[in-house]
């Protein structure tokens, strides 16, 4: 069992910038997939960038070359920093770990960009 607690998520301006972290307790957190996925009021839940255990990164094309995905295996941490926000990035985001059959999923946090 893995538990993911998000944080980090709050109010911004368009154009602003935060950084979401999301710690987790798993003792084998380096060998986790993990993602960063939103859902906005009315849509599905949707994959925002994830980073491999290995360390390779895929990003949703919405926010090519605006977010950013890290991990940080020695405090099994996970974060998104998100710049250049818009107001279509509004949505709660939640963190996922995933390995093998298994995924977990934190409560996720609140962003809401206004314009």
């Known amino acids: 069992q893995v538990q993911l607690v998000e944080s980090g998520g709050g109010l911004v301006q368009a154009g602003g910038s935060l950084r979401l972290s999301c710690a987790a307790s798993?003792?084998?957190?380096?060998?986790?997939?993990m993602g960063w996925y939103r859902q906005a009021p009315g849509k599905q839940r949707e994959l925002v960038a994830n980073?491999?255990?290995?360390?390779?990164?895929n990003y949703a094309d919405s926010v090519k070359g605006r977010f950013t995905i890290s991990r940080d295996n020695a405090k099994t941490a996970v974060y998104l920093q998100m710049n250049s926000l818009k107001p279509e990035d509004t949505a709660v985001y939640y963190c996922?770990?995933?390995?093998?059959?298994?995924?977990?999923w934190g409560q996720g946090t609140q962003v809401t960009v206004s314009s």
């Open positions: 996922n770990a995933h390995r093998l059959q298994s995924a977990f």
């Open positions: 980073i491999r255990s290995g360390g390779s990164t």
């Open positions: 798993a003792s084998i957190f380096s060998r986790y997939d």
